[in-house]
Nanobody
Framework: QVQLVESGGGSVQAGGSLRLSCTPS??????MGWFRQAPGKDRERVAM??????WYADSVKGRFTISKDNAKNTLFLQMNSLKPEDTAMYYC?????????????????WGQGTQVTVSS
């Protein structure tokens, strides 16, 4: 089993920046990423990373950067040029070893979420 603990959410004005962190504990993971869900909207995949590739939703390309510090075993999401439409609960996700980001497999582990609020 893996537990994912997110941090770094908060409130910021449009144009500002936030950095989300996610620290997994327990078993190892492969592909990791971030989803978000705003009230009344469908859940949206935001970004993913494994040892070979990164992937971003079109809505965040050029503004968000996903990275993983293997020494600290921590996943990051640097969010710049934030917009009010980025307001959502952000969830850290991970797949079991062997499930890369180009797999269609579900994400096996989910964090509790961290709230990001962007005001205009």
């Amino acid at each position: 089993q893996v537990q994912l603990v997110e941090s770094g959410g908060g409130s910021v004005q449009a144009g500002g920046s936030l950095r989300l962190s996610c620290t997994p504990s327990g078993d190892s993971t492969d592909c990791m990423g971030w989803f978000r869900q705003a009230p009344g909207k469908d859940r949206e995949r935001v970004a993913m990373v494994d040892s070979d590739n990164t992937w971003y939703a079109d809505s965040v390309k050029g503004r968000f950067t996903i990275s993983k510090d293997n020494a600290k075993n921590t996943l990051f999401l640097q969010m710049n040029s934030l917009k009010p439409e980025d307001t959502a609960m952000y969830y850290c996700v991970a797949r079991r070893p062997g499930y890369r980001c180009n797999s269609a497999a579900e994400f096996h582990y989910w964090g509790q979420g961290t709230q990001v609020t962007v005001s205009s």
